[in-house]
């Protein structure tokens, strides 16, 4: 067996089957899991690598042929897939990290702290939670936090229209938002003073 066809057998083997098994057992949802698949898949990524480079670069090629070539093919195409789709098998690491994260911002917000609501309002909006992310950017905007009215703006705008979003724009233009300046200047496309 060459070179190429083993490093391929052991990208198939090594990664995306053991990330398949990992997926699928209660593993996969803990930090170790999530860091051994990790591990697993970049492993698999760099062995692709190292073929492809063997093959084009060093003019060593597969003995296996066409068939090993396309072996080499499919194992790192599956490899990336796999590597892209899942993210490493973080979903729920990050889904648990974000949960405590919300709940850490959230209390930070009802406490009273703007830059707390506004990075919270931003995570509603971002899931396209209106609702959640109004409530949420309205206390930051109205704690005086630029950016926070710049974005309930731009929100308001999106589900109510220009005429609600308008005072929004401009208490963002006077404390000096560049966006909402040049939204609200002469010959801008809200120009205030033509109304």
Same mark, same amino acid.
């Given at each position: 067996m060459d070179t190429v066809m083993l490093l391929t057998l052991v990208m198939i083997l090594g990664g995306p089957v053991f990330w398949w098994v990992l997926r699928r057992t209660a593993t996969f949802n803990s930090a170790p899991g999530a860091n051994a698949s990790s591990l697993v898949m970049l492993v698999s990524l760099l062995l692709f690598i190292v073929a492809g480079l063997i093959m084009f670069f060093t003019g060593v090629d597969s003995t296996a042929g066409t068939?090993?070539?396309?072996?080499?093919?499919?194992? !790192? #195409? #599956?490899?990336? @897939?796999? /590597? !892209?789709? @899942?993210?490493?098998?973080?979903?729920?690491?990050?889904?648990?990290?974000?949960?405590?994260?919300?709940?850490?911002?959230?209390? $930070?917000?009802?406490?009273?702290?703007? $830059?707390?609501?506004? =990075?919270?309002?931003? !995570? *509603?909006?971002?899931?396209?939670?209106?609702?959640g992310a109004r409530r949420w950017l309205q206390q930051a905007a109205e704690?005086?936090? /630029?950016?926070? $009215? @710049?974005?309930?703006?731009?929100?308001?705008?999106?589900?109510?229209?220009?005429?609600?979003?308008?005072? @929004? *724009?401009?208490?963002?233009?006077?404390?000096?938002?560049? !966006?909402? $300046?040049?939204?609200?200047? =002469?010959g801008g496309p809200y120009d205030v003073a033509n109304g």
């Open positions: 068939v090993g070539r396309a072996l080499w093919l499919f194992a !790192g #195409l #599956l490899a990336i @897939w796999a /590597t !892209g789709k @899942w993210s490493f098998a973080l979903p729920a690491i990050v889904d648990r990290w974000s949960a405590r994260h919300e709940a850490m911002l959230r209390a $930070q917000a009802e406490a009273g702290n703007p $830059q707390a609501a506004y =990075a919270l309002g931003l !995570g *509603f909006k971002m899931r396209r939670d209106h609702d704690a005086g936090l /630029t950016s926070a $009215q @710049w974005d309930l703006g731009r929100l308001v705008e999106e589900t109510d229209g220009l005429a609600a979003a308008k005072p @929004w *724009f401009m208490a963002a233009a006077a404390n000096g938002h560049p !966006g909402a $300046q040049r939204l609200l200047a =002469a």
